[in-house]
């Protein structure tokens, strides 16, 4: 209980430094050029005439119904929280361009990509739930929440606090189901993906420049010498850098922040690799048998149907989604490993916690896919045949995540977050604290949370889409 206070104090404490200095931070940019006052290309979306939705919609309309009739079963409910645990590469970024479209359609309230300032969010979820209670009725939200990575995570506060409120619900007979899904990925696919996205390209550097650590050229010797350029610290190549990651999709399904050090440090810091792997395999696979839908990255329409049908989300087709590989490389999965059943062996002697998780967890979705029978198969097959039909469309419309634009976390009670200025998705009377908090706290700021053109945040009158999420 006392280190539990202590991390709470904490956590306030830096809710507390990033209201102070990043509100700052995101002002003196906006002041400093970024954009040129009236430019076309940077309006607000609003400005520039793009119809997007005014109001919350209170209901699916017919048309909506019917276009999703054939492959998504359930109406959309009064009140769901649906979490979607997005580790690097597992489709999680497909699932927030699905979130998002889904606010600003005004059907819900996104959270994410951090949860660093979970514990007054998460205030202002329990007060509505509290007051729903209170006068013998369900509250009227649905939340979206992506838990990616961050200082909070996933398995610590929050889902304590989500099993605190789920049984909350089912004392008092409230009909607003807590959905937590997940996708998990055969190991050595995990590690190509990952090496290529993020790692392969700082080898590449390194090799380049001499720069074996991150500073200085080449290493000398004593007498002033040129010496050998330093190691880099992912290693040479794919099989040096699998090797100091060992067990890396299970450590950061329990652990997201030790992504970072995968792929900035080629290492991933002592805290977020128990020693004991027994105990590491259950408190893995604790949290894991905690979650609703443990679905596959192969099979992600598959996953996604199933969590969508228990809490009614509305909007699922999206556009195919492949992110861009970073600093350029252009390499494939027979380029970093020439021999694929070599690599194989390698990780299945690096990762054993990762290939028991996907053992187990593969194994119970197939035959919970093979439980629904031929009647999903069709479903499945129906909506894969609609997000095929999407695309065109798609590709003439800006995503959700391009049209919003980075947005440090800051503090609730910052100008842009007035009431007035707010659209608030959420169907309660006290809801636009809550969406005042969200906003505060989360990583995009979206045009579509603010009345038209009612946002100060810009001195230029300028929307920068982003550029850090694709």
């Given at each position: 209980t006392?280190?539990?206070?202590?991390?709470?104090?904490?956590?306030?404490?830096?809710?507390?430094?990033?209201?102070?200095?990043?509100?700052?931070?995101?002002r003196?940019k906006?002041?400093?050029?970024?954009?040129?006052?009236?430019?076309?290309?940077?309006v607000?979306?609003?400005?520039?005439?793009?119809?997007?939705?005014?109001?919350?919609?209170?209901?699916?309309?017919?048309?909506?119904?019917?276009?999703?009739?054939?492959?998504?079963?359930g109406g959309?409910?009064?009140?769901?929280?649906?979490?979607?645990?997005?580790?690097?590469?597992?489709?999680?970024?497909?699932?927030?361009?699905?979130?998002?479209?889904?606010?600003?359609?005004?059907?819900?309230?996104?959270?994410?990509?951090?949860q660093?300032?979970?514990?007054?969010?998460?205030?202002?979820?329990?007060?509505?739930?509290?007051?729903?209670?209170?006068e013998?009725?369900?509250?009227?939200l649905?939340?979206m929440i992506e838990?990616?990575?961050?200082?909070?995570?996933?398995?610590?506060?929050p889902?304590?606090?989500?099993?605190?409120?789920?049984?909350?619900?089912?004392?008092?007979?409230?009909?607003?189901?807590?959905?937590?899904?997940?996708?998990?990925?055969?190991?050595?696919?995990?590690?190509?993906?990952?090496?290529?996205?993020?790692?392969?390209?700082?080898?590449?550097?390194?090799?380049?420049?001499?720069?074996?650590?991150?500073k200085?050229?080449?290493?000398?010797?004593?007498?002033?010498?040129?010496?050998?350029?330093?190691?880099?610290?992912?290693?040479h190549?794919f099989?040096?850098?699998?090797?100091?990651?060992?067990?890396?999709?299970s450590?950061?399904?329990?652990?997201?922040?030790a992504?970072?050090?995968?792929?900035?440090?080629?290492?991933?810091?002592?805290?977020?690799?128990?020693?004991?792997?027994?105990?590491?395999?259950?408190?893995?696979?604790?949290?894991?048998?905690?979650?609703?839908?443990?679905?596959?990255?192969?099979?992600?329409?598959?996953?996604?149907?199933?969590?969508?049908?228990l809490?009614?989300?509305?909007?699922?087709?999206?556009?195919?989604?492949?992110?861009?590989?970073?600093?350029?490389?252009?390499?494939?999965?027979?380029?970093?490993c020439p021999?694929?059943?070599?690599?194989?062996?390698?990780?299945?002697?690096?990762?054993p916690?990762?290939?028991?998780?996907?053992?187990?967890?593969?194994?119970?979705?197939?035959?919970r896919l093979?439980?629904?029978?031929?009647?999903f198969?069709?479903?499945?097959?129906?909506?894969?045949?609609?997000?095929?039909?999407?695309?065109?469309a798609?590709?003439?419309?800006?995503?959700?995540?391009?049209?919003?634009?980075?947005?440090?976390?800051?503090?609730?009670?910052?100008?842009?977050?007035?009431?007035?200025?707010?659209?608030?998705p959420?169907?309660?009377?006290g809801?636009?604290?809550l969406?005042?908090?969200?906003?505060?706290?989360?990583?995009?700021?979206?045009?579509w949370q603010?009345?038209?053109?009612?946002?100060?945040?810009?001195?230029?009158?300028?929307?920068?889409?982003?550029?850090?999420f694709?």
């Amino acid at each position: 209980t006392h280190m539990r206070g202590r991390r709470e104090r904490r956590n306030r404490a830096e809710e507390a430094r990033f209201a102070k200095t990043r509100v700052q931070l995101h002002r003196d940019k906006a002041a400093s050029g970024y954009c040129t006052a009236g430019d076309s290309s940077n309006v607000l979306p609003w400005a520039s005439g793009e119809g997007l939705v005014l109001e919350p919609q209170a209901a699916l309309t017919a048309a909506t119904a019917a276009a999703r009739s054939n492959w998504s079963v359930g109406g959309l409910k009064r009140c769901a929280i649906i979490v979607d645990r997005h580790t690097h590469k597992n489709g999680g970024s497909t699932v927030r361009d699905i979130f998002l479209e889904n606010e600003r359609l005004g059907y819900g309230l996104y959270q994410g990509y951090t949860q660093l300032g979970w514990n007054s969010d998460w205030r202002n979820v329990r007060r509505l739930a509290d007051a729903a209670v209170g006068e013998g009725r369900t509250p009227s939200l649905l939340l979206m929440i992506e838990a990616h990575f961050g200082q909070v995570e996933l398995k610590d506060r929050p889902m304590q606090d989500l099993a605190a409120l789920r049984a909350f619900h089912l004392k008092h007979r409230v009909d607003c189901p807590i959905v937590l899904v997940t996708r998990v990925r055969e190991p050595l696919d995990y590690y190509l993906s990952f090496f290529r996205w993020g790692v392969a390209f700082r080898i590449k550097e390194a090799l380049a420049t001499g720069k074996g650590k991150g500073k200085g050229a080449l290493s000398r010797h004593w007498n002033g010498a040129a010496a050998a350029p330093r190691r880099p610290m992912w290693g040479h190549n794919f099989s040096e850098w699998a090797a100091q990651v060992p067990n890396l999709q299970s450590t950061i399904m329990a652990r997201g922040m030790a992504a970072s050090g995968a792929e900035y440090y080629g290492r991933m810091h002592g805290g977020s690799r128990p020693k004991n792997a027994q105990k590491a395999w259950q408190e893995l696979d604790e949290m894991l048998s905690a979650f609703d839908v443990v679905g596959t990255v192969s099979r992600f329409d598959e996953t996604l149907l199933l969590a969508a049908d228990l809490v009614g989300l509305p909007v699922l087709t999206y556009k195919y989604n492949r992110p861009n590989q970073k600093g350029g490389y252009r390499g494939t999965n027979a380029d970093i490993c020439p021999d694929r059943e070599a690599c194989a062996a390698l990780i299945r002697e690096l990762a054993p916690r990762d290939h028991r998780m996907w053992a187990k967890y593969s194994a119970a979705f197939e035959a919970r896919l093979a439980a629904l029978g031929p009647a999903f198969a069709r479903r499945v097959a129906g909506f894969k045949s609609a997000v095929k039909r999407a695309q065109p469309a798609w590709e003439v419309a800006p995503r959700a995540q391009t049209i919003c634009r980075y947005h440090p976390e800051t503090g609730p009670r910052a100008r842009e977050l007035a009431f007035p200025n707010l659209r608030c998705p959420v169907g309660e009377a006290g809801g636009k604290p809550l969406c005042q908090h969200f906003y505060a706290h989360r990583l995009f700021e979206c045009p579509w949370q603010y009345v038209p053109n009612s946002s100060l945040t810009d001195s230029l009158g300028c929307w920068r889409p982003s550029s850090g999420f694709l």
